[in-house]
C-alpha cells in the first residue's frame, strides 16, 4: 500500500476542489435562489416561521390605487387597469374611484396596435357577465374572474356568500377575505359617488389592523395555523402587480405616503407569503428608493424576503405608463412555476419605451437595486472603477466590449476622459438619488457631433430634482466648461471666452417613434443665464473634490457686472457669516437673480444652523430681497416661491410671512402653497398659513379633512 505525504494529499484535495467547485457553486446558486423564493417567505421579523409541513400554492392578484383620474380624460393608471380586466386572468383590488371610471368611459385604446378599443359599456358587460365584485370597504373593490375560479376548481357561489363569523375554506383557498365581504353590481358601482383624494389613506386599514390583528382582505398567515384550517390548505405564495400614480416633491409611490407604503412592504413581508413585488409608478426609483428603503436611523438597513421590481431608473416619471401591457403570460408564469425568471415574466407587463423606463431589481435579502435588463444595454462606472482608475483615458466601447445604449453614473467625480466610438452615443443618466452634481474630465466622440453628445445627457423628461454635468472639455473642439442642466434641458458652454447657451427639446411622440429636434447654440442669452451659469459653477467648485473650474469669461454688459470672482467671494461671506463682507459685496449684484434668499433658505434647512441662517435671510429682506420672487425658468428654483422652500421650517416661515410674503402663492404647476404644506405634513407651517389668510377652497377642504382637524385652531375655519 502506498503511504501518500501530506503534501500530496493537499495537492489531490486541491485539484479536486478546482474541479468541484463549479458544480458547488451552481447547486449553492439553485439552492439559495429556490431558498429565497419560498422558505424565506415564511420568516416572520419575529423569526418565527410557519411550520415546515405546511406547503404553498402560488398565486397573483393585480392592485390599483388612484383617485385622480376621470372618465373624460382617463390616464395610465385606468388604461392598464382596463386591459387588465379585459385580459380575464386573475384576482383584481381597485380603488371604487378607478373602477366608477372604467364603468362610464368613452373609447380607450389598450392595445399593442392601438386598435384595440374598449369603453364603459363594454367593460359594464364584461363585469356583469364574467367576474364577481365585492366589497372591501367603500373606497376598495374586490374583482374576481369566474374563469379563473373555474380554473382553480371553486364555485362561484360559494365565492358570492356573505359569511362573516367565521374564515372558510374557500377563502383559504384563495387567500381571500371574499366571504366577508358583501357582494355588489356594476350599478351599484356606477350610482357610487366618485371620491376625489390626493392619497389612497384607505387601503391601509382595509390590508390590516394593528388592533384586532386581523386583515380584511387577504387571509394572514395565523388564519392557516388555527383549528379553522381543519383540511391543511396550502398558503398562498403571493405575485403581486401594483400601479398608481407617484410625485417626487411630495414623496408619493402608488398613491401612497412613503410611511404607509412602507406598511404595505411590512405586510408582505410577515403577515402574508410573499416571493415577488413588482409596481409601476412614476418617480419610484431615484430619491423615493432611498426614502423607502434607508433607514438612517439604523446601522443595518431593512431587507425584504421577495423579490421587488420597480420600473425607472431614476427620478423621473414613467413614459410607458400608458402602453397595453399582456397580464395573461405573468400571471400564468408567477402561478405555477416553482422558480420565476423574473426578466422574462416582468417583460410582459413593463414595457419599456425609453431607458428611464428601464426595471430594476432588488433580490430577496439584499439592500440595493441593480438594472433588470441585457447586460450589452447598459452599463456602468461606479465609484471603485473612477477611484482606482487615475488619470488613463477609458474606451467606453472597448472596456465593456459592447456599444452601449445606456451608461449610468454612480460615482460623482470622472477624473479620465470617456471615450465612444462609432457614430452613437449612450444615454447617460446619473444614478445618485435626488438632486446630483457630477463632474467628468472630458469626452472624446470624433463622430459625433457636440450638440448631439449634449443631447446624451439631457434625453431624461420629468426630472423632478436638479441633475447638473460639468464637463470640463469636449476633445476635438474648443468647448470646455460645459453645464448640462438635465431637468431643464439647457446647457452652457465656453467656446473662447464666450458664453453659448444650448437648448434641447424632444418632440411629441407619435406612437413608438420618437422624433426629435434640436437648437443651434447661441450668444443671446439674459443676465438671468449668465447668473445661472456661474452660480452652478460655484455649486461645482464647492462640492465637487476636483479643483476648481477655471472660468474667463469676456463679461457682457449688464446694467451690473458680475464675474466669477465676485460671485465667490459673495458666497464665501455668506457661508461665513460675515455680514459686514457680504453687505459690501452684495451692493453689487441684483439679490433677487442671484437667488440668495432662496439659497439661504435651502441651507438653513439642510445644515439644521437655523439661527445663524435666520441672521442672513434677515438681512436679505432689509436689503433688498423680495419675499414674493419667482425664479425665472432655467433656474433650479423654478417657479416656486422662497416661502415654498421655508415649509418645512415654522420659524422661517413666520418670518417670510411677517415680511409679506403671499400665503396664497403657487407653484409652477398650480399647486397652492397651502395645498404642498399639507401634502408635506408641516401642519406647524400649514397652520401659520391659515391664520394668515390662506384660502381653503372646496378642493383642499375634501382632500385633507384628517389634517385640517387637526391643526389647532381649524374650528374658526
Excluded at 353590481?185 to 390583528?213: D, G, H
Excluded at 453614473?409 to 445618485?432: C, D, N, R, W
Aim: charged residues 20%.
Amino acid at each position: 500500500m502506498v503511504r501518500l505525504s501530506k503534501r500530496a494529499w493537499c495537492s489531490i484535495f486541491f485539484i479536486a476542489f478546482i474541479y468541484l467547485l463549479p458544480v458547488l457553486l451552481t447547486g449553492l446558486e439553485k439552492s439559495m435562489i429556490a431558498f429565497n423564493e419560498t422558505e424565506i417567505s415564511n420568516v416572520e421579523v419575529s423569526n418565527i416561521s410557519a411550520p415546515a409541513e405546511y406547503t404553498y400554492a402560488p398565486k397573483g392578484i393585480f392592485i390599483y390605487l388612484d383617485d385622480s383620474e376621470n372618465s373624460d380624460n382617463p390616464g395610465a393608471i385606468s388604461k392598464i387597469a382596463l386591459k387588465n380586466i379585459s385580459d380575464d386572468v386573475g384576482p383584481i383590488i381597485i380603488s371604487a374611484h378607478t373602477l366608477n371610471l372604467l364603468c362610464k368611459v368613452g373609447p380607450v385604446s389598450i392595445g399593442f396596435s392601438h386598435t384595440e378599443t374598449i369603453d364603459g359599456e363594454k367593460i359594464s358587460a364584461i363585469l356583469n357577465t364574467s367576474w364577481i365584485i365585492k366589497n372591501i370597504s367603500d373606497h376598495l373593490y374586490l374583482l374576481i374572474p369566474k374563469s379563473y375560479l373555474l380554473k382553480i376548481g371553486i364555485d362561484s357561489a360559494l365565492v358570492d356568500q356573505y359569511l362573516p363569523n367565521a374564515i372558510s375554506d374557500t377563502e383559504l383557498k384563495l387567500g381571500l377575505k371574499v366571504n366577508h365581504m358583501k357582494s355588489s353590481t356594476v350599478a351599484e358601482v356606477k350610482a357610487k359617488e366618485s371620491s376625489s383624494f390626493i392619497l389612497a389613506n384607505y387601503f391601509l386599514p382595509a390590508l390590516y389592523n394593528e388592533n384586532t390583528r386581523t386583515s380584511d382582505t387577504f387571509c394572514i398567515r395565523s388564519d392557516y395555523q388555527n383549528d379553522q384550517n381543519t383540511h391543511n390548505i396550502p398558503l398562498p405564495l403571493w405575485s403581486i402587480y401594483m400601479s398608481g400614480h407617484g410625485m417626487a416633491k411630495y414623496t408619493i409611490i402608488l398613491g401612497l405616503s412613503i410611511p404607509d407604503f412602507k406598511k404595505v412592504l411590512d405586510f408582505f413581508n410577515t403577515k402574508i407569503n410573499t416571493r415577488l413585488l413588482v409596481y409601476t409608478s412614476c418617480y419610484a426609483a431615484g430619491q423615493n428608493i432611498k426614502e423607502i428603503y434607508n433607514d438612517i436611523t439604523s446601522p443595518i438597513q431593512k431587507t425584504y424576503s421577495f423579490a421587488i421590481i420597480i420600473q425607472g431608473i431614476t427620478d423621473t416619471s414613467v413614459h410607458s405608463m400608458s402602453l397595453a401591457r399582456e397580464f395573461k403570460p405573468f400571471f400564468e408564469t408567477v402561478t405555477t412555476t416553482d422558480l420565476i425568471d423574473y426578466k422574462k415574466a416582468t417583460s410582459h407587463i413593463l414595457p419599456t419605451l425609453d431607458p428611464q423606463d428601464t426595471p430594476q431589481i432588488r433580490l430577496p435579502g439584499t439592500q440595493w437595486f441593480s438594472i433588470l435588463a441585457a447586460q450589452n444595454n447598459v452599463v456602468q462606472i461606479g465609484k471603485t472603477l473612477a477611484e482606482n482608475r487615475g488619470t488613463r483615458p477609458l474606451d467606453v466601447n472597448t472596456y465593456f466590449n459592447t456599444t452601449p445604449k445606456i451608461l449610468l453614473l454612480y460615482a460623482q467625480h470622472i477624473p479620465f476622459e470617456l471615450i465612444f466610438q462609432g457614430k452613437t452615443m449612450p444615454t447617460i443618466i446619473s444614478m445618485v438619488p435626488g438632486a446630483a452634481l457630477h463632474r467628468l474630465y472630458g469626452i472624446s466622440a470624433r463622430d459625433i457631433s457636440p450638440d448631439k453628445i449634449l443631447d446624451q445627457f439631457m434625453t431624461l423628461e420629468d426630472l423632478d430634482v436638479m441633475k447638473l454635468f460639468y464637463i470640463e472639455h469636449i476633445s476635438g473642439t474648443l468647448i470646455k466648461n460645459v453645464i448640462v442642466n438635465c431637468n431643464d434641458h439647457f446647457a452652457y458652454y465656453q467656446k473662447g471666452e464666450q458664453l453659448y447657451v444650448y437648448e434641447y427639446k424632444k418632440q411629441a411622440r407619435e406612437v413608438e417613434e420618437n422624433t426629435y429636434s434640436t437648437y443651434n447654440p447661441t450668444q443671446k442669452y439674459s443676465q438671468e443665464d449668465y447668473l445661472s451659469y456661474l452660480f452652478k459653477v460655484k455649486l461645482i467648485s464647492k462640492f465637487s473634490p476636483a479643483t476648481k473650474p477655471k472660468i474667463k469669461l469676456t463679461s457682457p454688459q449688464f446694467p451690473q457686472e458680475i464675474s466669477w470672482e465676485l460671485l465667490s467671494k459673495i458666497d464665501d461671506a455668506v457661508m461665513a457669516a460675515d455680514l459686514n463682507k457680504f453687505q459690501e459685496l452684495a451692493q453689487r449684484v441684483d439679490i433677487n437673480a442671484a437667488e440668495f434668499l432662496t439659497t439661504a433658505i435651502r441651507e438653513a434647512l439642510r445644515t439644521k444652523d437655523k439661527e445663524r441662517w435666520i441672521i442672513i435671510i434677515t438681512w436679505l429682506l432689509d436689503n433688498g430681497a423680495n419675499v414674493n420672487y419667482i425664479a425665472p425658468k432655467d433656474s433650479f428654483t423654478s417657479g416656486r416661491s422662497p416661502l415654498y422652500y421655508a415649509l418645512r421650517e415654522p420659524d422661517i416661515v413666520r418670518l417670510l410671512i411677517q415680511r409679506g410674503a403671499n400665503v396664497n402663492a403657487t407653484t409652477h404647476d398650480g399647486t397652492s402653497i397651502l395645498e404642498a404644506a399639507l401634502l408635506l405634513s408641516q401642519l406647524e407651517s400649514a397652520k401659520l398659513l391659515i391664520d394668515h389668510g390662506a384660502r381653503i377652497d372646496e378642493n383642499i377642504r375634501s382632500k385633507f379633512a384628517e389634517e385640517l382637524k387637526e391643526i389647532e385652531g381649524a374650528g374658526k375655519l
